[in-house]
């Protein structure tokens, strides 16, 4: 437990809730009695109160919006509470802490504001897709469909909108806030649908379109951790019947052979032999001990595992996994270091998707750092740099549930702004692939395909090599926004070992392949124009370093070059 300014907070890995200051008054509602709903003037109170909280506690507020932005729309928001609705308040509140962009940053709508409203449905965000993955029994046609609209708007745009009132570090880690288009009053405060209704209009997977309108029910508000076990899950309080035939929570069977292997269990790690591939495939949904199983326990199985089996591959699948106890992946990543024969380029594989998030982004950050893994897949959730550590403050006037982050969390150098970890391989899951059982990633972690970083082809076998291995990624991935074929600092440093160690063509080769790659970096032109001095090029040197000078005019080597050899020719 951690205090700071009188504010009592806990980590959220532990599910443990604090009531601060005034909050014993929300007891009769916490035991299950009616409570009245609070007025806008309480509303006003929390506001403040959240603010407060935010600007003492939060380690990382003003990374992505600006100190004097947030607070100038919290004073309007303060003067426009009174003329709204107390649902639209809520939401506008919601989406004050989410403006953030931290994923651990959130306000839940618990206590008395009485969200529990949800329409029987889980939609969820695929790729290419909003589509219909549990519902209720009533409206089990649902299953497998695709969303056109909600409330006659194009469904993604919806999306879009619902994913301001939930906190993410980025776009992919927005997608996650579908699982509000599931709550009626948040649906209704943003004007998506009323209080009791949902229109859909959607197309059956058996290609027929059809506009559906669904009612909302009265149950519950659980514990908002449910909201990343996925698409798996629904509203609490309503049975949901799912696109694969199982009942949540009732009959979720852990383990079903006839589920896809990457929807075939939710626990925190779990792993099995794939003997027709000789890969070692580990799936890790979230980072904590479970029902008497230790987490370590299964790590050490895994690698006695590796031990004993003619291991080609081993995939560690992050896709699914949201978080938990950080400390408890050192040991996973210090057994692949001991482990030379699996710590090879192209022979260590990470699966990630949007919702891989938090520990699991640290996961993954530890063994870039300390391994040589390759991960194929969709973005994450969350950058490497990002706050976490979430603790929980409940507001005294209103009952709700602000979430925020405790502490920086650096993956990697402190000056890397990225949102987000790219995969070095592409491949995002589809509607078609989805409902088909297929999974596009894993089939190609399952490959006999070269998945060795390009530079690690090149200090093995040369620019000759790099270049057909490029060519071919190329024609695969090069239509994926975003995608890079290599990184550059690390081709960088491949090609300097290459011209001090005197491969002086190789050299130059690469740096040649850099700046094609990455044609706006000042450094990777600084780079070219030092090997193309090296070989004896200075009228292209010199060339290289005024395109570095352009793109970094601060650049004291580059202007120092071009006033020494910009008068000479070759």
Same mark, same amino acid.
């Given at each position: @437990?951690?205090?700071?300014?009188?504010? @009592?907070?806990?980590?959220?890995?532990?599910?443990?809730?604090?009531?601060?200051?005034?909050?014993?008054?929300?007891?009769?509602?916490?035991?299950?009695?009616?409570?009245?709903?609070?007025?806008?003037?309480?509303?006003?109170?929390?506001?403040?109160?959240?603010?407060?909280?935010?600007?003492?506690?939060?380690?990382?507020?003003?990374?992505?919006?600006?100190?004097?932005?947030?607070?100038?729309?919290?004073?309007?928001?303060?003067?426009?509470?009174?003329?709204?609705?107390?649902?639209?308040?809520?939401?506008?509140?919601?989406?004050?802490?989410?403006?953030?962009?931290? &994923?651990?940053?959130?306000?839940?709508?618990?206590?008395?504001?009485?969200?529990?409203?949800?329409?029987?449905?889980?939609?969820?965000?695929?790729?290419?897709?909003?589509?219909?993955?549990?519902?209720?029994?009533?409206?089990?046609?649902?299953? *497998?469909?695709?969303?056109?609209?909600?409330?006659?708007?194009?469904?993604?745009?919806?999306?879009?909108?619902?994913?301001?009132?939930? *906190?993410?570090?980025?776009?992919?880690?927005?997608?996650?806030?579908?699982?509000?288009?599931?709550?009626?009053?948040?649906?209704?405060?943003?004007?998506?649908?009323?209080?009791?209704?949902?229109?859909?209009?959607?197309?059956?997977?058996?290609?027929?379109?059809?506009?559906?309108?669904?009612?909302?029910?009265?149950?519950?508000?659980?514990? /908002?951790?449910?909201?990343?076990?996925?698409?798996? $899950?629904?509203?609490?309080?309503?049975? @949901?019947?799912?696109?694969?035939?199982?009942?949540?929570?009732?009959? $979720?069977?852990?383990?079903?052979?006839?589920? /896809?292997?990457?929807?075939?269990?939710?626990?925190?790690?779990?792993?099995?032999?794939?003997?027709?591939?000789?890969?070692?495939?580990?799936?890790?949904?979230?980072?904590?001990?479970?029902?008497?199983?230790?987490?370590?326990?299964?790590?050490?199985?895994?690698?006695?595992?590796?031990?004993?089996?003619?291991?080609?591959?081993?995939?560690?699948?992050?896709?699914?996994?949201?978080?938990?106890?950080?400390?408890?992946?050192?040991?996973?990543?210090?057994?692949?270091?001991?482990?030379?024969?699996?710590?090879?380029? *192209?022979?260590?594989?990470?699966?990630?998707?949007?919702?891989? $998030?938090?520990?699991?982004?640290?996961?993954?950050?530890?063994?870039?750092?300390?391994?040589?893994?390759?991960?194929?897949?969709? /973005?994450?959730?969350?950058?490497?740099?990002?706050?976490?550590?979430? *603790?929980?403050?409940?507001?005294?006037?209103?009952?709700?549930?602000?979430?925020?982050?405790?502490?920086?969390?650096?993956?990697?150098?402190?000056?890397?702004?990225?949102?987000?970890?790219?995969?070095?391989?592409?491949?995002?899951?589809?509607?078609?692939?989805? $409902?088909?059982?297929?999974?596009?990633?894993?089939?190609?972690?399952?490959?006999?395909?070269?998945?060795?970083?390009?530079?690690?082809?090149?200090?093995?076998?040369? /620019?000759?090599?790099?270049?057909?291995?490029?060519?071919?990624?190329?024609?695969?991935?090069?239509?994926?926004?975003?995608?890079?074929?290599?990184?550059?600092?690390?081709?960088?440093?491949?090609?300097?070992?290459?011209?001090?160690? &005197?491969?002086?063509?190789?050299?130059?080769?690469?740096?040649?392949?850099?700046?094609?790659?990455?044609?706006?970096?000042?450094?990777?032109?600084?780079?070219?124009?030092?090997?193309?001095?090296?070989?004896?090029?200075?009228?292209?040197?010199?060339?290289?370093?005024?395109?570095?000078?352009?793109?970094?005019?601060?650049?004291?080597?580059?202007?120092?070059?071009?006033?020494?050899?910009?008068?000479?020719?070759?």
């Amino acid at each position: @437990m951690a205090t700071s300014n009188g504010i @009592m907070l806990t980590s959220s890995r532990h599910r443990i809730r604090v009531l601060v200051a005034g909050a014993l008054l929300l007891l009769p509602f916490v035991l299950g009695a009616q409570a009245p709903r609070p007025r806008p003037v309480a509303l006003r109170a929390d506001l403040a109160r959240m603010v407060n909280v935010i600007d003492s506690v939060h380690p990382w507020p003003w990374r992505r919006v600006t100190s004097d932005s947030f607070h100038g729309a919290a004073r309007r928001l303060a003067t426009a509470l009174p003329t709204m609705s107390i649902d639209r308040g809520v939401v506008a509140m919601m989406q004050l802490a989410a403006s953030l962009g931290d &994923g651990h940053t959130t306000l839940y709508p618990s206590g008395p504001v009485d969200f529990a409203w949800w329409f029987p449905i889980r939609l969820y965000r695929l790729s290419d897709a909003i589509v219909v993955t549990a519902t209720d029994s009533s409206h089990a046609d649902l299953l *497998g469909a695709r969303v056109l609209e909600l409330g006659g708007r194009p469904a993604m745009l919806m999306a879009d909108l619902v994913g301001t009132v939930r *906190g993410a570090d980025n776009a992919w880690g927005a997608h996650e806030s579908t699982t509000w288009l599931s709550n009626a009053r948040v649906m209704s405060a943003l004007g998506l649908a009323t209080r009791d209704t949902l229109q859909l209009r959607v197309v059956h997977r058996a290609g027929d379109t059809a506009t559906v309108r669904l009612a909302s029910q009265h149950t519950i508000w659980d514990d /908002p951790s449910w909201m990343q076990r996925g698409e798996m $899950f629904g509203p609490p309080g309503i049975i @949901m019947l799912n696109v694969f035939g199982l009942r949540a929570p009732l009959d $979720f069977r852990l383990g079903d052979p006839a589920l /896809p292997l990457h929807l075939r269990n939710r626990i925190p790690i779990w792993f099995t032999w794939l003997a027709a591939d000789s890969v070692l495939y580990v799936q890790s949904n979230f980072v904590q001990d479970f029902q008497g199983t230790q987490f370590a326990a299964v790590v050490d199985s895994v690698f006695a595992a590796a031990d004993t089996l003619p291991v080609r591959r081993l995939v560690l699948d992050l896709r699914y996994n949201s978080g938990g106890d950080g400390s408890l992946i050192t040991a996973f990543v210090h057994d692949i270091i001991r482990r030379p024969t699996l710590d090879q380029p *192209g022979r260590l594989v990470v699966l990630t998707g949007p919702k891989t $998030f938090s520990a699991a982004v640290l996961w993954l950050s530890m063994l870039r750092e300390h391994a040589h893994p390759v991960s194929i897949g969709e /973005p994450t959730g969350a950058p490497r740099n990002h706050a976490g550590d979430a *603790g929980t403050v409940r507001l005294p006037k209103t009952g709700l549930e602000l979430q925020l982050s405790t502490l920086r969390h650096y993956g990697t150098r402190s000056d890397e702004t990225a949102r987000a970890e790219l995969p070095d391989f592409p491949v995002p899951m589809t509607l078609v692939d989805y $409902f088909a059982g297929n999974d596009p990633a894993l089939a190609l972690a399952r490959s006999h395909d070269d998945l060795r970083p390009l530079p690690s082809v090149a200090e093995a076998e040369g /620019p000759s090599a790099v270049g057909t291995e490029l060519a071919r990624r190329q024609q695969r991935f090069s239509s994926v926004a975003g995608w890079a074929p290599f990184d550059e600092r690390t081709m960088n440093d491949v090609a300097y070992r290459m011209l001090r160690g &005197g491969r002086i063509p190789d050299a130059v080769e690469l740096f040649r392949m850099n700046t094609t790659t990455f044609p706006g970096s000042a450094n990777v032109w600084d780079s070219y124009g030092e090997a193309l001095l090296a070989q004896g090029d200075t009228t292209a040197a010199v060339a290289s370093y005024r395109r570095a000078a352009a793109l970094d005019p601060g650049n004291g080597n580059a202007r120092a070059i071009i006033a020494a050899w910009g008068g000479r020719s070759r």
